[in-house]
């Protein structure tokens, strides 16, 4: 018997289910059929049918996912049992590798006569445990899906609730799926918190959060000059900051002018062609904007910082966030404007029934009573600068560097995760569980001003509710 | 102003005096009042300015990408050469040696030039990839064996960046004599900027002259297509979930706080947690558009949902109270009345959560999307990169050549956002529905 595929077995899987429903159709129909008022059938035969089909296709499922999750790790540890006594007796990092090894030869499917003799065996042997595991799982899934239609189709009868029980299932794929949200997040706090922890065993919290070096090169060989290579992240937080904060200058006051602008002054004309046109904006894909800052702004910036005599770098820190600051701008506009529209119209008019021209109502009345709104949108904007990758990835440098000169060459937290996670490196260095270290950080960094500038606007919203 | 103080000040000071400083007041006022809406034209001007600016400069970029220079040659498909087995079989067409060729009928044409070294500047007017072009030409006409045609074929990317002007003199890396021949082929007319056939055909190449966004395309298309089979039932499902049937419980807000945090968390996050989720914990195959797709799925969902909860909210309640009255069940009435009347608001959303998938960078380079793709893939289960990625990873090439390649692919997929958000557009204003 061939060893069948996963994508086999799910079509096969699928088929099960068709045939399912095709048979509880045709029983439902043939009691449906000419039975009065008073014996008539609890539900359609669309449900009955239903009802054949969840129960050939979902136990089946669940135990096909289950088994699939669970099997590398079972695999691993016959192979680990089996292992010959010399290498079992290696210390326990070793061993894994070992495996690791094996395993990733199998995956890759690797030419078998390009391995050492007894590598090749192991990976022989890996893929014959694995051909009996999917044979049994081939088999266990498709007795499940068998017995479980068997069982529904003859269970189907007109006092069969079939509906209710159709529908109770659904409302619980429907629940599993709202939940996908929560499980997103659990899944990313855990994937990161659980590779930083492992990065913090080999380097302290402390060195990594106020160390003041960045140069996560490990070495080839443990004597090596600056062998164990440092990993203080204040440099990238700094440079992280400084181009943040260039990228805020340009996107506040630009962002709040042009909203202003719009929503008080323009023409319904002006309005009709300026707004969507700044939206696009917020449409253009990041690398685009950053091979517009790495390939045009940027020598732009250092052509006039040498006409005036500066010594700018070709990856200055200004370039990046003068792009930055402009992807920014139909995110702070479209947010302001927001909140200013929120603002009650009477606060309005009764400023200017006491005298005060449009500007110094905004300026004095509106602005003041939309300050945490516009606050929060701030926030958000940060979040969204901190978080950015692609700009800098392409625009700004990649050498940590302590500095509050914009036009030096800083490095930021994104472009190191890039950098340190790009490229083929094995997975279990310091230098790529720094990365999740650093995504960690990022993560908590922009979560908390978020949960602060969302809260801010709902406070902010009741007020004038 | 309407204080004791400045009362009392009146009554005494001459009143010419009161009526100037309230002029100059007012004057002040007004000008404030200019100023404050020049800054306005002026920020609004800044942002149009810059739209305008970046799409100017990347089309003038971009826009000869889709030109490559050719060379006309005389090739004399010489059958010795070209089918060495003898019997003009695909398989031994396939073997022929059509470099020489491309020698020959460069030597012929320039049969002054002897020198070895002059020679390989010679050759090196040509692609790299002109012996392959002969190949497949004469694949398709095998009657062209034994006879002498003019063939174009590319030139190679220093001539290319040449003839389009886009190198400063200092940076041509032609010499003297490579430029002798050149002129003396563009007088024959032997040299023309054509349609480029391989940049939408082609994978990525280390010849910048016939490198295309084929492969990136259909990596693109591959990877889009996993994040809708995963985003669209599963936000829809939530959607509705949420609307329709939640009840008010910690768990329902719970989830709309994640739902909401979600959308805010930058994407490279994402990246990070298909690398160790999808690729280290599940074993998901590496630089494929499976796993983009699923990465790029979960970035979706919170765009999906809330335009779906948008949707269904538009639906009046009166619908639902109708289809419960007659006696449907809360699930027959949401899937036979409220889902159907929200399609197109969910399907708006859905659309243009794909754009925003389309133009995602980031998490892309953190599952090993940023490979070189030369072939293009055929599933999704294929090594792949997607178009952004083809756009970073030429932006980033050494050879000048690319700049152009990266701009044009740039063109490319700016078409493709314009396209999918004019659907959107499109969808939203011949299904929008009136409820009053």
Known sequence: MMPISTSGLSVLLLALAAMAYALGYRRARRFARGTTLRQRTLALPAHYATYALLWAALPAAIVLAAWLALEPALVRQVILAELPATVRALPEGERDLYVNRIVTAAREGEVLEDLDPALRREVRHYLRVRAVSRMALAVVVLTVSAGGMAWAVRRISPRLPARQRVERVTGVVLQLCAMVAIFTTIGIVLSLLFEALRFFRSVPPAEFLFGLQWSPQTALRADQVGSSGAFGSVPLFAGTFLISAIAMAVAVPVGLMSAVYLSEYATPRTRAVAKPALEILAGIPTVVYGFFAALTVAPLVRRAGEAVGLDVSSESALAAGLVMGIMIIPFVSSLADDVMTAVPRSLRDGSLALGATRSETIKRVVFAAALPGIVAGILLAVSRAIGETMIVVMAAGLTANLTANPLEAVTTVTVQIVTLLTGDQEFDSPKTLAAFALGLVLFAVTLALNIVALHIVRKYREQYE | ?436
């Open chain 2, 1 to 436: 102003m309407n204080n004791a103080d400045d009362a009392m000040d009146a009554i005494s000071s001459p009143v010419p005096a009161r009526l100037q400083r309230l002029r100059r007041n007012i004057r002040r006022r007004r000008r404030a009042e200019r100023r404050f809406r020049i800054y306005g034209v002026v920020a609004v001007t800044i942002g149009l300015v810059f739209v305008l600016f970046l799409f100017a400069n990347i089309v003038a970029k971009g826009w000869s990408a889709f030109l490559l220079t050719h060379v006309q040659l005389d090739v004399h498909f010489d059958s010795a050469t070209v089918d060495p087995e003898g019997d003009r079989s695909p398989q031994s067409l396939a073997r022929g040696d059509y470099a020489k060729l491309v020698k020959t009928a460069l030597r012929e044409r320039f049969p002054q030039v002897r020198k070895r070294r002059d020679k390989r500047a010679l050759y090196k007017l040509v692609s790299s990839a002109a012996p392959y072009v002969l190949r497949d030409r004469l694949l398709e006409h095998p009657e062209w064996i034994g006879r002498t045609l003019p063939v174009w074929v590319p030139a190679s990317d220093d001539v290319d960046l040449w003839m389009k002007g886009q190198v400063a003199s200092a940076d041509v890396r032609l010499d003297e004599k490579q430029r002798a021949w050149l002129s003396a082929l563009i007088e024959q007319g032997r040299v023309e900027k054509r349609w480029n056939p391989f940049f939408f055909s082609r994978g990525d190449s280390r010849q910048p002259e016939v490198a295309g966004i084929g492969a990136a395309v259909a990596g693109s298309f591959f990877t889009l297509l996993v994040t809708l089979l995963l985003s669209f039932p599963i936000g829809v499902a939530a959607a509705v979930y949420l609307e329709e049937f939640a009840p008010k419980n910690r768990l329902t807000d719970l989830i709309e706080v994640n739902i909401n945090n979600l959308a805010a968390v930058p994407s490279i996050v994402f990246g990070l947690l298909g690398l160790a989720a999808f690729i280290q914990f599940f074993g998901v195959p590496r630089s494929t558009p499976l796993v983009g797709g699923l990465v790029l799925a979960l970035m979706t969902l919170p765009t999906i949902i809330v335009a779906g909860r948008a949707a269904l909210q538009a639906v009046p309640p009166s619908i639902r109270d109708a289809a419960l009255a007659l006696g449907a069940s809360r699930m027959q009435a949401v899937t036979h009345h409220v889902l159907p009347l929200s399609l197109s608001g969910i399907l708006t959303g859905t659309i243009i959560g794909m754009a925003r998938a389309l133009g995602e960078t980031a998490p892309l380079l953190m599952i090993g999307m940023v490979a070189f793709i030369v072939d293009i893939p055929r599933g999704p289960l294929d090594p792949a990169t997607v178009l952004p990625v083809q756009i970073y990873l030429w932006a980033d090439a050494a050879e000048r050549a690319y700049v152009e390649k990266s701009s044009a692919a740039i063109m490319v997929l700016l078409a493709f956002l314009l396209l999918m958000n004019l659907a959107a557009i499109l969808l939203r204003r011949r299904f929008e529905q009136r409820w009053q």
